[in-house]
Nanobody, 122 residues
Framework: QVQVVESGGGLVQAGGSLRLSCTAS????????IGWYRQAPGKQRELVAD???????NYADSVKGRFYISRDNAKNRAYLQMNSLKPEDTAVYYC????????????????WGQGTQVTVSS
């Protein structure tokens, strides 16, 4: 059973930065792809960024130029650096492990973390 744990969330002023981390344990092999999602109150969960085993990245238009996803394959760890945060970035952020690509889009895998709360005040 794969376990996924996120950390790094918190309360930050608009314009500030946070760095989220995600660690997967119980894996036999390095995940082919990892995605970061977020879910704001009353909204659907949305894909924010994803990264392949070869460090190719994709971003939602709403975070391009502000958020950066990275990974450390040796540690089964992924990161989401969030800069120039806006109140609309407020959400619970989830790490998803083991996704795949179809029609050039990331499709979430079976393993999710518990989420970490990011709150951006104006």
């Amino acid at each position: 059973q794969v376990q996924v744990v996120e950390s790094g969330g918190g309360l930050v002023q608009a314009g500030g930065s946070l760095r989220l981390s995600c660690t997967a344990s119980g894996t036999t092999f390095t995940p082919n792809a990892i995605g970061w999602y977020r879910q704001a109150p009353g909204k659907q969960r949305e894909l924010v960024a994803d990264i392949t085993i070869n460090h190719k990245t994709n971003y939602a238009d709403s975070v391009k130029g502000r958020f950066y996803i990275s990974r450390d394959n040796a540690k089964n760890r992924a990161y989401l650096q969030m800069n120039s945060l806006k109140p609309e970035d407020t959400a619970v952020y989830y790490c998803n492990v083991g996704g795949f690509y179809s029609d050039s889009y990331y499709h979430g895998g079976d393993y999710w973390g518990q989420g970490t709360q990011v709150t951006v005040s104006s």
